[in-house]
């Protein structure tokens, strides 16, 4: 199993400010990797797929790099509707064992 | 646009079978694969398994012995039974629509069974 693991697990922001996630994969998943955010009592919306291709509607201050092990969430400048939680996923392998890292929690400074 | 909606019981005695049915609706169920995702209250989320349209699936080893996802095309539904629960199973499980087995574009509101006596 290919285990995903998010720091820091609490990122305290400004409004304004950027917003830098990390999320490191036990072994290479290549760029077989999504992000998604989470609010409170809602289900997680896909923001981010082939580590870098924003999904549909999503606005251009998310934007994810990295391949590999070491990916990247970037929020280039904190709306008050970003604050949430941040989950990434990877789904290198066929038949897939898809697997979700533990999460950061985007909070208001 | 095409919606996810779970339905089922909210809770389920130990030892018992959970069952939850996503219908969808705005769209068919064919050409595409469906998952179960499961997230304990307060924790994060764990992907259970998918169908694809034509009945093939797969599921995550921690689960696989005791789960059954089954689909009907028909009734543009498809559907989570897991067996031989525990308080462990305690989540709100999510059904949602699986990009070629891969990631999840779009997620139903989620249903919270509880397992307990």
């Known amino acids: 199993e290919i285990v995903m693991t998010q720091s820091p697990a609490t990122l305290s922001v400004s409004p304004g400010e950027r917003a830098t996630l990390s999320c490191r994969a036990s072994?290479?998943?290549?760029?077989?990797l999504a992000w998604y955010q989470q609010k409170p009592g809602q289900a997680p919306r896909l923001l981010i797929y082939?580590?870098?291709t924003r999904a549909t509607g999503i606005p251009v201050r998310f934007s994810g790099s990295g391949s590999g092990t070491e990916f990247t969430l970037t929020i280039s400048s904190l709306q008050s509707e970003d604050f949430a939680v941040y989950y990434c996923?990877?789904?290198?392998?066929?038949?897939?064992?898809?697997?979700f890292g533990g999460g950061t929690k985007v909070e208001i400074k | 646009q095409v919606q996810l909606q779970e339905s089922g019981p909210g809770l389920v005695k130990p030892s018992e079978t959970l069952s939850l049915t996503c219908t969808v609706s705005?769209?068919?169920?064919?050409?595409?694969?469906w998952s179960w995702i499961r997230q304990p209250p307060g924790k994060g989320l764990e992907w259970i398994g998918f169908?694809?349209?034509?009945?093939?699936?797969n599921s995550n080893p921690s689960l696989k012995s005791r789960v059954t996802i089954s689909i009907d095309t028909s009734k543009n539904q498809f559907s989570l039974k897991l067996n031989s629960v525990t308080a462990a199973d305690t989540a709100v499980y999510f059904c949602?629509?699986?990009?070629?087995?891969?990631?999840?574009?779009?997620w139903g509101r989620g249903t919270l069974v509880t397992v307990s006596s």
């Open positions: 072994q290479s998943v290549s760029s077989n």
């Open positions: 082939g580590a870098s």
């Open positions: 705005g769209g068919s169920i064919g050409t595409y694969y």
């Open positions: 996923q990877q789904y290198k392998n066929w038949p897939p064992l898809l697997t």
């Open positions: 949602v629509r699986d990009l070629s087995g891969r990631y999840f574009d779009l």
């Open positions: 169908i694809y349209y034509s009945g093939s699936t």
